[in-house]
């Protein structure tokens, strides 16, 4: 898998030139790859960056020093007057061949801007006004809307899907190589993504999922709540400097004015699932202490996925309480101290949650144990060569 790295293609990949066939092999390697996808990363992060740079005109001082580089040996003025009219020729012809460009490209309509296909699933889902007959193309800043008795597929260009249940309306927002973004105003949809992480991004009014390399589900109802459910892989759920980690097997639900709440596996008992949305969501600090309360009896070694994230969101003697019960099912790593993680030291938390992830997995009812104990072995096994070969 790691024999052939894809870092001469990252280039390419990012300006759109590979075949669909040979982007999706990119994006599944970079998933893989950690080599890959740090470069992937540096180079999407130069892209972004020399995007956002202004256009500033050259300032009419450069001519006066770029004259005598150009030509110390010409001493006739009049050479440099010919060599002005010549660069105003040149300047004039670059500005009619734009204003050509841009002539023709808006004459070229819809077709010449980005664009997601969408196929009818059910029914009669609309792009604005006009009605989907098998396939369309849903354009940026346009809303794919469909009623009670309709569904539609979007292919996320060649990186996933996403299929838009009924009662549904959402919107492109962006697509380009290094960043595809729906808005979800209201529905449900079910995205199937094969991208490197932090590629698909879906806004609702209450938070902004990112994908991890991921299949998931996501609603958002009349108000603005929403809930997500990931059936493979990881999605970040965040608003602001709040952020959820939801592995597959969990959910996380979110509310306006408030963003993502708190992760939970969704075999967890439902009184420790009430409690929970008391922590996040609830009123008073009498509420909430109790809700803490009963979450700290009913806790399971699972539920240590729920714990690690209420580190960032209690204080005081509540957190250290949150911290002993963590550590009951299992100790922090070398490394990583009491203090620290009361500190939120995020290199320490990091760590712990790396440690904290076994559990998750080999207690996951989804899983034979000794299919997920033999996992992690050879994980382990794998990490400690790499760390051997550094």
């Not at 020399?50 to 005598?68: C, G, M, R, S």
């Not at 959402?170 to 094969?194: F, N």
Request: charged content about 25%; proline content about 5%; aromatic content about 8%.
């Amino acid at each position: 898998m790691f024999s052939k790295h894809v870092t001469k293609d990252i280039s390419a990949y990012c300006q759109g030139e590979l075949s669909p066939d040979a982007a999706r092999q990119f994006a599944e390697h970079i998933i893989s790859c950690a080599k890959c996808r740090r470069e992937f990363e540096e180079i999407k992060l130069g892209i972004r960056l020399a995007e956002q740079l202004p256009q500033v005109a050259a300032p009419d001082f450069l001519w006066t020093n770029i004259y005598p580089a150009l030509g110390r040996e010409r001493k006739n003025s009049s050479l440099k007057v010919q060599w002005r009219v010549r660069v105003a020729a040149i300047a004039a012809a670059l500005l009619v061949v734009a204003a050509l460009g841009v002539w023709w490209f808006s004459r070229q309509g819809f077709k010449n801007k980005p664009f997601w296909e969408v196929q009818q699933l059910a029914g009669a889902p609309r792009i604005g006004t006009e009605r989907i007959r098998k396939q369309a193309r849903l354009g940026v800043g346009e809303w794919l809307e469909t009623d009670a008795t309709s569904r539609a597929q979007i292919a996320v260009g060649s990186i996933g899907r996403v299929d838009i249940d009924e009662n549904t309306r959402v919107r492109l927002l962006e697509t380009q190589p290094t960043e595809h973004r729906l808005e979800l105003a209201r529905g449900k949809m079910s995205a199937t993504i094969w991208a490197p992480p932090r590629l698909f991004f879906v806004d609702t009014p209450s938070a902004v999922a990112a994908d991890l390399g991921c299949a998931y589900t996501l609603e958002v109802d009349d108000h603005g709540a929403g809930l997500l459910r990931v059936t493979s892989g990881w999605v970040a759920l965040e608003l602001q400097d709040r952020e959820s980690m939801v592995p597959a097997g969990a959910a996380c639900e979110t509310r306006p004015g408030v963003g993502p709440g708190t992760p939970y596996f969704e075999d967890t008992a439902p009184s420790f699932r009430a409690a929970l949305e008391q922590m996040d969501f609830g009123g008073d600090a009498a509420a909430r202490a109790s809700a803490l309360n009963s979450m700290l009896i009913e806790a399971r070694a699972r539920d240590t996925l729920t714990l690690w994230h209420l580190l960032a969101r209690v204080d005081g003697v509540d957190r250290e309480r949150v911290y002993d019960k963590i550590a009951s099912f299992v100790p922090p790593p070398d490394g990583v101290t009491r203090e620290g993680v009361l500190k939120l030291d995020q290199a320490m938390l990091d760590r712990w949650k790396d440690a904290l992830e076994v559990t998750w997995f080999v207690n996951s009812p989804l899983v034979p144990k000794v299919l997920a104990e033999g996992y992690w072995r050879v994980k382990n096994g794998v990490t400690r060569r790499a760390k051997e070969l550094r």
